[in-house]
T-cell receptor, first 111, second 118 residues
Framework: GQQLNQSPQSMFIQEGEDVSMNCTSS?????WLWYKQDPGEGPVLLIA?????ELTSNGRLTAQFGITRKDSFLNISASIPSDVGIYFC???????????FGAGTILRVKS | NAGVMQNPRHLVRRRGQEARLRCSPV?????VYWYRQLPEEGLKFMVY????????ESGMPKERFSAEFPKEGPSILRIQQVVRGDSAAYFC????????????????FGEGSWLTVV
């Protein structure tokens, strides 16, 4: 089945640092989505990407849909304590009807 | 969570009882998905439904689990004869349509239902 490899598994960074995480797939996707999940809550959509090469920003977050359509990255600039949480990438193939999720990146921020 | 409503938020069941989890999608969304999340793990797809139809149940355990999305009312995920291994967070998500390169391809999640089997 489709698999997404998300890395890194976890990060412990200093407040103010930039963060980068990525996902790669064995399949070609036509949609990449990035979610953040806080403890005890559901995933909240951060950024949605629908086109190869697309680069989209949402405040301090920037995500890109890879040209090969098999990868995506998420960058967070100037991290703050409230960025703490688990970040998930998710993708869907052109004819797929479900999102496949990466295993998540746990982000911890030292203030 | 853009309006996906799940209840109950927390449910405790004894082994052998039944658990029913309900999901009301975003108004106007006709596609519902159920995902399961074990502690400190990612989300695993269970089932995808449109109104009155199960489209993809490839992630559903073969026994004890069932899902429906009737013409009227919420989607229901039903777990019969629960066991301790069923303890998890169950997330429902909805979208308006699939297969298009647009916001219609975006899936929004509810806040989850946490099932604890004792």
């Amino acid at each position: 089945g489709q698999q997404l490899n998300q890395s890194p598994q976890s990060m412990f960074i200093q407040e103010g640092e930039d963060v980068s995480m990525n996902c790669t797939s064995s399949s070609i996707f036509n949609t990449w989505l990035w979610y953040k999940q806080d403890p005890g809550e559901g995933p909240v959509l951060l950024i949605a990407l629908y086109k190869a090469g697309e680069l989209t920003s949402n405040g301090r977050l920037t995500a890109q849909f890879g040209i090969t359509r098999k990868d995506s990255f998420l960058n967070i600039s100037a991290s703050i304590p409230s960025d703490v949480g688990i970040y998930f990438c998710a993708g869907r193939t052109e004819y797929g009807n479900k999102l496949v999720f990466g295993a998540g990146t746990i982000l911890r921020v030292k203030s | 969570n853009a309006g996906v409503m799940q209840n109950p938020r927390h449910l405790v069941r004894r082994r052998g009882q039944e658990a029913r989890l309900r999901c009301s999608p975003v108004k106007g969304h006709s596609h519902v998905y159920w995902y399961r999340q074990l502690p400190e793990e990612g989300l695993k797809f269970m089932v995808y439904l449109q109104k009155e139809n199960i489209i993809d149940e490839s992630g559903m355990p073969k026994e004890r689990f069932s899902a429906e999305f009737p013409k009227e009312g919420p989607s229901i995920l039903r777990i019969q004869q629960v066991v301790r291994g069923d303890s998890a967070a169950y997330f429902c998500a909805s979208s308006p349509m699939v297969g298009q390169r647009s916001s219609g391809n975006t899936i929004y999640f509810g806040e989850g239902s946490w099932l604890t089997v004792v």
